[in-house]
T-cell receptor
Framework: DTGVSQNPRHKITKRGQNVTFRCDPI?????LYWYRQTLGQGPEFLTY????????KSRLLSDRFSAERPKGSFSTLEIQRTEQGDSAMYLC?????????????FGPGTRLLVL | AQSVTQLDSQVPVFEEAPVELRCNYS??????LFWYVQYPNQGLQLLLK??????LVKGINGFEAEFNKSQTSFHLRKPSVHISDTAEYFC?????????????FGKGTLLTVNP
């Protein structure tokens, strides 16, 4: 069990550029979550996958954001035309099992800075 | 909809002193409750969780929390803290109504343990 991994760990970009983040969940975990954490705040839910299906999206996820999990394993989160307000830590979590009793395990996050 | 309130944004304590980090929640449905810890530049690590049963929950690193349904609280306690406990602590709630719950987090409490 290597844990949830996220790449890159840090990303600095200029306003208007596109960025893509990757999350590799714990092997065989079928549920994957994306959260966003801004400075001084707790993480906020963005979206959720069960296998390859995206089952829920937050209103925080504007049309500039898109997430995929094409083969039900790793996931990508893309932000198009980045804005300074997108600067945040983007956290990925995965959960296995069939019930609610299983824990969400978080990755180390990708810290995005938009200049 | 549910919300989580962490009543203290910062809690400074001296080493070996007891500490309590307060968390209140509101929800129209039954919830599961969690405490996560976040060290600088890292993801979230689960300390403990309440799903059902005994209202006193013990977690890692000597932490425990008590679920109080009448007061809608889930305060985190440790009888004697160490310097290494310095970190940000997040209380979170998940809707127990299904297996695909997302977590709603509080804003966090920064625990600073001084020598």
């Amino acid at each position: 069990d290597t844990g949830v991994s996220q790449n890159p760990r840090h990303k600095i970009t200029k306003r208007g550029q596109n960025v893509t983040f990757r999350c590799d969940p714990i092997s065989e975990h079928n549920r994957l979550y994306w959260y966003r954490q801004t400075l001084g705040q707790g993480p906020e839910f963005l979206t959720y996958f069960q296998n390859e299906a995206q089952l829920e999206k937050s209103r925080l996820l504007s049309d500039r954001f898109s997430a995929e999990r094409p083969k039900g394993s790793f996931s990508t989160l893309e932000i198009q035309r980045t804005e300074q307000g997108d600067s945040a830590m983007y956290l990925c979590a995965s959960k296995g099992g069939r019930g609610v009793r299983e824990t969400q395990y978080f990755g180390p996050g990708t810290r995005l800075l938009v200049l | 909809a549910q919300s989580v309130t962490q009543l203290d944004s910062q809690v400074p304590v001296f080493e070996e002193a007891p500490v309590e980090l307060r968390c209140n929640y509101s929800s129209s449905v039954s919830v599961y409750l969690f405490w996560y810890v976040q060290y600088p530049n890292q993801g979230l690590q689960l300390l403990l969780k309440y799903l059902s049963g005994s209202t006193l929950v013990k977690g890692i690193n000597g932490f425990e929390a008590e679920f109080n349904k009448s007061q809608t609280s889930f305060h985190l306690r440790k009888p004697s803290v160490h310097i290494s406990d310095t970190a940000e602590y997040f209380c979170a709630a998940g809707n127990s109504g299904g297996s695909n719950y997302k977590l709603t987090f509080g804003k966090g409490t920064l625990l600073t343990v001084n020598p």
